[in-house]
């Protein structure tokens, strides 16, 4: 049976899509895609050393040239490309698996993995040729465009206009022509192309002691499938309501489906199973990199999950995935007001960041690794716990922001008592 040949009325089939999304088991709905987890594992587990060679043969290697880095030893870092591969493997196996998932639950929008495959490619020619920053940010503004045209984030925007007491924008007319610019939909691609930015650079920062980005990636993506599971208990008619709403037409839903629930719980599998593959190559001592093609894809991956939980304008589980992220995000911010404090360019490089502090504190990368690690834990417990009880009405959603707003506000007066405490420093040093 195809689109053109429903053999029910539209108003049945969307009510029949309906009780499906509503009524699915989220028990069910991961042990059928529990395949891609462990597709997306092996995969990465076996293509690491292949790439290791790789990366030797062409001398795709870091050199420890610099004060600041913390190995002691060339180490090749093609292992993004090994995360890439574990990812789009399992990612094109999901595509059959979801003929299991429940009626009108939409697959990975082709252009979420699109997205991945330029990420990937800005990375690895930064990483072979050290490309001009502009190369890198127009390959992560395309991707973004690509999810804003899959409608992944788009409704991120309207979620926080009502939030604001604003509500839903008029169109716009555009002067001298017949056209009319929606303010919403504007605001809401920027928006998801300041979380694909912003989410891809936090990642790439953190990027600096054996295992860390890995094993906080890993933490992250567990706390992503929770959220998500949890989630698909949560799909009230109302929901269900917004995203029919939304369609073209009732072939749309029966071509495409109607909620990323499943995409969601399918992309976190993969992006867990891919950092798990490389953990072991990549746990210090690491035998291989990520590079900025890992970590720019990382960044990516994750930000994609956290834009589809706010499929229906659910700001607030936005904010509960942000919190999840929150290992990448504290790192940024501190490195940006401690620098601002100091005086410092934003984005010059130093030894300051929180994986250094961790270091010289603890003494050891292990230690210092795992003591992020148990932070992240934390933080991704802390976003799936405030999403879980705001979903089951526990709690109002208003708690999501006010804890939000708390941790980073707490943030930035860390990161203005460390530049002041650096500057301080630099000042009795002279």
């Not at 920053?133 to 991707?143: E, F, T």
Request: overall charge negative; hydrophobic content about 55%; some cysteine.
């Amino acid at each position: 049976m195809t689109g053109n040949s429903l053999s029910i009325s539209d108003e049945a089939f969307l009510r029949e899509i309906a009780r499906s999304v509503e009524q699915a088991d989220p028990w069910q709905v991961l042990a059928s895609q529990l395949p891609v987890l462990v597709i997306a594992f092996l995969t990465t587990l076996v293509a690491t050393p292949i790439l290791r060679r790789v990366a030797i043969a062409f001398d795709i290697v870091d050199h420890p040239s610099e004060a600041r880095k913390i190995h002691t030893r060339s180490t090749p870092y093609l292992g993004g490309m090994a995360v890439f591969i574990g990812l789009l493997v399992a990612l094109l196996l999901s595509y059959p698996l979801a003929e299991q998932l429940p009626i009108g639950y939409r697959v990975v929008p082709h252009w979420v993995v699109i997205g991945l495959v330029l990420i990937t490619l800005t990375g690895l020619l930064d990483d072979v040729t050290e490309c001009d920053s502009w190369i890198k940010v127009a390959g992560q503004l395309i991707a973004a465009a690509g999810l804003a045209s899959s409608n992944v984030g788009t409704k991120v925007a309207a979620g926080l206009l009502n939030w604001l007491g604003i509500g839903q924008i008029p169109l716009a007319p555009i002067p001298g022509l017949d056209v009319h610019l929606d303010v919403t939909n504007v605001i809401g691609a920027l928006i998801i192309a300041i979380f694909v930015l912003g989410g891809c650079n936090a990642t790439n920062l953190i990027d600096g002691l054996d295992g860390l980005l890995s094993g906080v990636v890993a933490i992250m993506a567990t706390g992503f499938l929770v959220l998500s599971l949890v989630m698909l208990t949560f799909i009230s008619p109302g929901q269900i309501d917004l995203l029919i709403g939304g369609l073209a037409s009732p072939d749309q839903a029966f071509e495409y489906g109607i909620t990323l629930a499943g995409a969601r719980v399918v992309l976190a599998l993969a992006l867990l199973g891919a950092v798990l593959g490389f953990l072991p190559h990549n746990f210090n001592p690491a035998t291989i990199f990520l590079g900025d093609c890992g970590s720019l894809l990382l960044g990516y991956a994750s930000v994609v999950i956290i834009l589809m939980l706010g499929e229906t304008g659910q700001t607030h589980l936005v904010l509960a995935g942000l919190i999840i992220f929150s290992i990448p995000i504290i790192d940024t911010m501190l490195a940006i007001v401690r620098r601002r404090v100091q005086g410092q360019p934003m984005w010059d490089p130093d030894a300051h960041h929180m994986h250094h502090v961790f270091k010289r504190r603890l003494g050891s990368v292990k230690s210092a690794v795992l003591a992020i690690y148990a932070m992240g834990s934390c933080f991704a417990a802390l976003g799936v716990l405030l999403g879980w009880l705001s979903l089951a009405g526990s709690i109002d959603r208003k708690w999501i922001y006010i804890v939000f707003i708390a941790i980073f506000t707490l943030v930035g007066f860390i990161g203005v008592r460390m530049g002041l405490g650096q500057r301080a420093s630099v000042a009795n040093e002279a």
